[in-house]
């Protein structure tokens, strides 16, 4: 019983972590690595305490999993007007 009680002491603790979400499932992206530029669809998201992985999928492939950093909004070499590097 007391190990039981001092297990439930750790699960019952607090842990506050934002975790900031970049994309919504739905959302047309791009990878930054993809010489093509083909536009994938963010169909899923895993929270975890790491942080988001977002699941991509072009056309009838398999979805593929990515990080954040790994994914644009718009295809490389087609900025908004104004965008000064």
């Known amino acids: 019983m007391e190990a039981h009680d001092g297990l439930r002491g750790k699960a019952d603790e607090q842990v506050s972590k934002a975790i900031r979400i970049a994309h919504v499932p739905g959302e047309t992206v791009f990878l930054r690595t993809d ?5 994938r669809i ?5 929270v975890a305490q ?3 992985e977002y699941q991509l999928r072009h056309s009838d492939r398999e ?8 994914i644009m909004r718009e295809p490389k070499g087609q900025r908004k007007a104004g965008y000064k590097p």
């Not at 010489?35 to 536009?39: A, K």
């Not at 963010?42 to 895993?46: A, K, L, P």
């Not at 979805?63 to 790994?70: F, I």
């Open 63 to 70: 979805g593929t999993w990515h990080q954040a950093c790994e």
């Open 42 to 46: 963010v169909i899923r998201i895993n």
């Open 35 to 39: 010489q093509e530029q083909l536009p």
């Open 50 to 52: 790491g942080g988001a």
